[in-house]
């Protein structure tokens, strides 16, 4: 969605105008915006060589990330002093790093207005989502289903399973095991068949011995290096399926482990800022949606997920 801030021009406000002309600009921005220094908020648009910028005299972009416990940041920041909200038009929109990213801007940058809000506030929002990223919407991981992800903790971890990414605690990954192989329902989805190897109505992700041999999957990796997927003892002469010993009845080597297989959390910011009372000297507009910040190096981040091994 575009927006859209009209400039007035008054007799009052500028003497090459006669009083009730209107001169009506569009400021056409998309809904996104980025952030460089410490800190601007920015948006252009090479189209109409436009830019918005809002700069912020103390604020960084640590302090936005620092959610509180409920994964949620909100603030509200006046406008005008150190925090500056800015139009500008130019003649030819340099490259977005030229304008608002450079210590020392360019010389010839050629401004044709410069808008400085002198009140005003900006709402800035962080929503942190966490995601084990492992094949299941976290919402079917709420195993009892009474709408609360963090009590549901199949394999006893301290880690809920929508952050877990190996849920029954056998040291083979959850999305690894989702593996659909048969495909008996035609419809190519894991989530509808998961794999059940060892038909105990427990598909292989929520099954602590995936082959019913009576030794725990996680005990089944050979080579001790919290990976059961590549120990394979037995190499079949008949045709049929070779198949690593977790997955394999015909047998039971155990090793026991001690250990659980780390785990990577996926961490995806969302951050907004909303302008409201902007009060620029020819710009009139009560709220204005400065959008959804565009940077995958800040939004996107991971945590190392620390198990414990339970006896």
Known sequence: ?????????????????????????????????????????????????????????????????????????????????????????????????????????????????????????VFIRTVLVEDDNDGIPSILEDLNGNGDLEDDDFDNDGIPNYLDADDDGD????????????????????????????????????????DDDGVLTRDEDLNSNLNPTDDNTNTPTDGSIDLVDYLDNTTANPVIATEFRPHIIRMIYTITATVSNISLPSITQQTLEFGTLNDSSITNDERLGEPVFID
């Open 1 to 121: 969605m575009r927006k859209l801030i009209y400039i007035l021009c008054f007799g009052f406000l500028f003497t090459t105008c006669d009083d009730g002309d209107i001169v009506e600009v569009t400021l056409d921005f998309e809904d996104e915006f980025k952030q460089c220094g410490s800190l601007v908020f920015f948006k252009t648009n090479a189209s109409t060589s436009e830019s918005l910028s809002i700069q912020f005299g103390s604020l960084t972009i640590e302090d936005i990330l620092e959610v509180d416990e409920n994964f949620l940041y909100e603030d509200t920041l006046p406008l005008g002093g150190s925090n500056v909200l800015n139009y500008r038009s130019y003649a030819n929109l340099p490259a977005d790093n030229l304008l608002f990213c450079n210590d020392i801007p360019p010389s010839n940058i050629g401004i044709e207005r410069d808008e400085v809000s002198i009140g005003g506030e």
């Open 171 to 210: 040291n083979v990954l959850t999305i690894t095991e989702l593996t659909d192989f048969d495909n008996n329902d035609d419809d190519g989805d894991p989530l509808t068949n998961p794999e059940d190897t060892d038909g105990d109505g427990n598909p292989n992700y929520l099954d602590t011995d995936d």
